[in-house]
């Protein structure tokens, strides 16, 4: 079974700080994604990645960043997180372009920004 | 603008009930079709749609999709206390892009 871990299932910083979400895969997939899910918004598409040091904007980049050094973490950087960024956040991944299979997620982490 | 619309938003019906969850969408080559099914934590995979008209099922959940009309349902008979969750539906276009609806979150009354 695909193993989607992501580092802190909860996490309070304040605002101004600078925050880490780290997400790790463990089968070897190449696509890796970030989102947050907010009430009646549903999911959003922050960033994405295909490959080892490839990031692609989602529909909501704004105040984020993303680092894959390494192709089985992807990391989601506040780089001065805010209030608005108040979130439950969920990491992705899944096998690769074209090979039509699902993605598979982590179970989350709720970020509260005071 | 690529959409995805989940209706309805939220339902309440007693164990034992059939439900549908519908999913329509307005996307630019479409490659395919998921229903995710959320508890407490990650969303997990229920099923993938490529093709109208062919029935996915698993036990009492199944799923079809029409391409021509733009929609999937999703079918639940004789629902159970734990089938209470949020129903995802994603569809995935163009250069492998997704966009999720807002889910039903639905609750099964004992």
């Known amino acids: 079974d695909v193993k989607v871990t992501q580092s802190s299932r909860y996490l309070v910083k304040r605002t101004g700080e600078k925050v880490f979400l780290e997400c790790v895969q463990d089968?070897?997939?190449?696509?890796m994604f970030w989102y947050r899910q907010d009430p009646g918004l549903g999911l959003r598409l922050i960033y994405f990645?295909?490959?080892?040091?490839?990031?692609e904007k989602g529909d909501i980049p704004e105040g984020y960043s993303v680092s894959r050094e390494k192709k089985e973490r992807f990391s989601l950087i506040l780089e001065s997180a805010s209030t608005n960024q108040t979130s439950m956040y969920l990491c992705?991944?899944?096998?690769?372009?074209?090979?039509?299979?699902?993605?598979?997620f982590g179970d989350g982490t709720r970020l509260s920004i005071l | 603008e690529d959409k995805v619309v989940q209706s309805p938003l939220s339902l309440v019906v007693h164990e034992g009930d059939t439900v549908t969850l519908n999913c329509s969408y307005e996307?630019?080559?479409?490659?395919?079709l998921l229903w995710y099914k959320q508890e407490k934590k990650a969303p997990t995979f229920l099923f993938m749609l490529?093709?109208?008209?062919i029935e996915k099922k698993s036990g009492r959940l199944s799923s079809i999709l029409d391409k021509k009309e733009l929609f999937s349902i999703l079918n639940i008979t004789a629902t159970q206390t734990g089938d209470s969750a949020i129903y995802l539906c994603?569809?995935?276009?163009?250069?492998?892009?997704?966009?999720f609806g807002k889910g039903t979150r639905l609750h099964i009354l004992p």
């Open positions: 990645s295909y490959d080892v040091k490839m990031k």
């Open positions: 996307v630019t080559n479409f490659r395919s």
């Open positions: 490529t093709s109208s008209g």
């Open positions: 994603a569809v995935e276009f163009r250069d492998d892009k997704i966009i």
């Open positions: 992705a991944s899944s096998l690769g372009q074209g090979y039509r299979q699902p993605q598979h």
């Open positions: 089968m070897d997939h190449e696509n």
